[in-house]
């Protein structure tokens, strides 16, 4: 599998071990770490290409799927950060750098 986050204004296409969470290139969340969510209606499990649950009918917001975490993309000690944010943090705990500078998340 190839890391897919686009890293210094192109693609990554890192070569990403099976089990990878994080792309040791770029620091980037694995695109499919989220591949199921939890209905918030029913608690049934329903997959990112649903639009509907299939036991409540319910609609599924595709934000369900998107991690709360991201790695940080700021430059420390010449190499990429990597510290895992949530979506709400303004500036990174470990390298200090302001996160709405490091792209979008992943």
Do not use: W
Not at 87 to 99: R, V
């Amino acid at each position: 599998m190839k890391c897919k986050n686009a890293f210094e204004g192109k693609l990554c296409g890192a070569d990403l071990e099976p089990s990878a969470k994080f792309c040791s290139t770029c620091g980037a969340v694995t695109k499919d770490e989220v591949n199921s969510a939890i209905c918030p209606n029913c608690a049934n499990t329903v997959k990112p290409t649903d639009k509907f649950c299939s036991k409540c009918g319910g609609k599924i917001d595709p934000n369900l799927f998107v991690p709360k975490q991201y790695s940080c993309k700021g430059i420390h000690g010449g190499k990429v950060c990597g510290a895992n944010l949530s979506i709400d943090d303004k500036f990174c705990s470990d390298c200090g750098n302001a996160t709405e500078s490091r792209g979008k998340y992943v």
